[in-house]
């Protein structure tokens, strides 16, 4: 029997209805778990901020190791797989939120540069604070949490909802000043919409001039694009996010290879294997042994 892969739903028991929750990092890595555990890979239909207040560490994002120490501060964005390391004398706090809780609130542009915050394809997902930048970070969150738990009444998520805001306003300005994002280049809004619309059909569309043709531009127009904002061809764009999806399927997934090939977009399992070696250098099956 096939298992259904770990796929986790925002869910809030003290206010299901709030979009938005804290929990301390401290307080998750201790639970006691019946089901999955937060040490699994799991994918997450929410966004996630992590900011470590103590000790060292290390998680995995998309297959990818980020260790962690004091200072360190975390984006996860929503339907990234990821997963905690089991460690010990860590503390820290963790910022989950629907895209609904934030984003919807926001005119076009804000909501843009908020989710762009989030994208590991703009920016790296990992950031080093200094102990200025940490103060005005924890500052944020304390305030947050006295709202949330202290608080605690009619007004205080749409205090909460205008807090979040500044604090990712802030962090993108601090990205911004380290060069670790992506921002205001030309083709920034194009890009991001090739990008939900690849993450979307990539299992569909393989070549570039399907995706022109659903986006009325130029096959030239795409290569312009994908060059200026993350200096790849629109097709190695396109593989690298047809791979990605295949690796989520292979390790947070117990389908076989050949049904992932299948769920894949592949008629033929040796093209499924070609295609794979060809941009990974690993069969599906060292890779998926691999974790």
């Known amino acids: 029997m096939i298992e259904d892969p ?6 809030n028991r003290q206010n299901p209805q709030a979009g938005f929750d804290l929990i301390r990092l401290e307080d998750l890595l201790s639970r006691e778990y019946t089901g999955h555990s ?4 799991h994918r997450v239909e929410f966004y996630i901020i992590i900011l470590v207040e ?18 360190t501060l975390i984006t996860i964005r929503k339907d990234q797989i990821h997963r905690f390391h089991t460690v010990e004398g860590v503390r820290g706090t963790l910022l989950l939120f629907t ?6 609130y926001l005119e076009a542009l ?16 990992k950031i080093q604070l200094d102990s200025g930048e940490l103060d005005a970070v924890l ?21 909460i909802r205008s807090e979040l805001h500044i604090l990712l306003a802030k962090l993108f300005r601090i990205k911004s000043h ?3 994002i992506v921002a205001n280049r ?3 809004r194009q890009f991001i919409d090739l990008q939900n619309l690849v993450e979307q059909q990539a299992t569909t569309y393989s070549q570039v001039q399907e995706y022109a043709k659903v986006l009325g531009v130029s096959t030239r127009t795409l290569n312009t694009i994908t060059r200026n904002i993350i200096n790849k061809s629109a097709k190695q764009f396109i593989d690298d996010i047809h791979t990605k999806q295949i690796k989520r399927l292979l390790i947070n997934t117990e389908l076989t290879v050949k049904e992932i090939a299948f769920e894949s977009g592949f008629d033929e399992s040796t093209n499924f294997y070609k295609y794979f070696k060809r941009q990974t250098g690993l069969t599906p099956e060292q890779f998926r042994s691999s974790f």
């Open 186 to 188: 030309k083709y920034l």
């Open 54 to 71: 103590r000790g060292r560490g290390g998680h995995t994002i998309d297959f990818v190791d980020y260790p962690y120490e004091k200072g």
């Open 110 to 125: 804000e909501a843009l540069k908020s989710l762009q915050l989030f994208n590991e394809l703009l920016g790296v997902p």
């Open 38 to 41: 937060p040490q699994q890979l």
């Open 139 to 159: 500052h944020l969150i304390q305030r947050i949490e006295s709202e949330y738990f202290t608080v605690n009444d009619e007004y205080s998520l749409g205090i």
């Open 6 to 11: 770990i796929h986790i739903k925002f869910q």
């Open 178 to 180: 380290k060069n670790q």
């Open 99 to 104: 895209d609904e809780f934030l984003i919807s």
